[in-house]
T-cell receptor
Framework: SQELEQSPQSLIVQEGKNLTINCTSSKTLYGLYWYKQKYGEGLIFLMMLQKGGEEKSHEKITAKLDEKKQQSSLHITASQPSHAGIYLC?????????FGQGTRLTINP | DSGVTQTPKHLITATGQRVTLRCSPR?????VYWYQQSLDQGLQFLIQYYNGEERAKGNILERFSAQQFPDLHSELNLSSLELGDSALYFC??????????????FGPGTRLLVL
């Protein structure tokens, strides 16, 4: 079965700084989802990447899919307190979502 | 707001008891998924229903069961509860699970605490 490993597991950055979260797959990545979870709340869909080399942006969040490296990266520019939470990458396998363990992001003022 | 609703938001019960979690999918979505999120296991897929029928099964215990009703809402039944069943239970919905990359939209979750 496909496994996803996220790095780092947790990240503390100062407000206004840029940051990157990585998601590496144990198998070929044909596509990937990024979700965000506020502590103890539901998952919010951020974006879906379907093609190698694809890059998508939403507000200050950019995600890229590198299928050769079997990896996706999520980059946040000029971080804000509203970016704090847990970021989860996921892939679809047998009609279910398999998630990485998550990256906990803390933004310090 | 994803459009997926879950009730109750919080549930506190005792070991050995039985509880029912309820989920209403987004309008127009035919498929419902149930996930369990615990500190040690992360987010794990439990079961999927599509238009009233079970479609896929994950790491769901025999003590747990689910169903999807004609109005497409779904219920997850947890029985003979154990301390280790304490977790966040999420429901998600999607339109057509036949598509490989159909986005799942998640509800706010039900936090279950078994004492």
């Amino acid at each position: 079965s496909q496994e996803l490993e996220q790095s780092p597991q947790s990240l503390i950055v100062q407000e206004g700084k840029n940051l990157t979260i990585n998601c590496t797959s144990s198998k070929t990545l044909y596509g990937l989802y990024w979700y965000k979870q506020k502590y103890g709340e539901g998952l919010i869909f951020l974006m879906m990447l379907q093609k190698g080399g694809e890059e998508k942006s939403h507000e200050k969040i950019t995600a890229k899919l590198d299928e050769k490296k079997q990896q996706s990266s999520l980059h946040i520019t000029a971080s804000q307190p509203s970016h704090a939470g847990i970021y989860l990458c996921g892939v679809v396998g047998a009609q279910k979502l398999v998630f990485g363990q998550g990256t906990r992001l803390t933004i310090n003022p | 707001d994803s459009g997926v609703t879950q009730t109750p938001k919080h549930l506190i019960t005792a070991t050995g008891q039985r509880v029912t979690l309820r989920c209403s999918p987004r309008s127009g979505d035919l498929s419902v998924y149930w996930y369990q999120q615990s500190l040690d296991q992360g987010l794990q897929f439990l079961i999927q229903y599509y238009n009233g029928e079970e479609r896929a099964k994950g790491n769901i215990l025999e003590r747990f069961s689910a169903q999807q009703f004609p109005d497409l809402h779904s219920e997850l039944n947890l029985s003979s509860l154990e301390l280790g069943d304490s977790a966040l239970y999420f429901c998600a919905s999607s339109r057509d699970p036949g598509l490989d990359w159909e986005t799942q939209y998640f509800g706010p979750g039900t936090r279950l605490l078994v004492l």
